[in-house]
């Protein structure tokens, strides 16, 4: 704490006048503490403004229109060529809903399934199964069997 030059006593930092005997104290004047408070806001102020003017325009809209899902049939059936088995329950009475489609690779002993709600959506994959066990194959299997279903972007 500063000490008062007159009376030694000691006073709180900021205070204008010593408590005790009233003189001036050298503490710094409250307008400078009041001009860099002013001084602050200005410079975040004129942050806030240049941040402002800086935002970016809005990315058109006509970009964020969804297209439409491909058709993960078609894409395997690109990939990896004409299926051994392609059969979809489409044509049975009545027409199964969701409809599923089938696809057998049997060399790759692989299962492809796939979904749609109706005719007019594309072929969602569902499950990509062993041939034979009918169970869901894991990745590495599937990389070994099917390499040609994970190349290209997914
Ligand atoms: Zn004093």
Redesign the pocket.
Known sequence: MP???????T?QVGAL???????R?EAPKPISYRSSVILGIVLFLLILFWQIAYVPTPVSTAESVSKPAPDEAAMLISKCGEPDLDHSAEKDKPTPNPNRRWLIYRKARVKAVFIRPSATEPWKSEALLDTKTQKPLAPEFLARRLPCANSGTR
């Open positions: 000490s008062c030059t007159g009376c030694n006593a006073y006048f010593c408590q005790k005997c009233g003189a104290t």
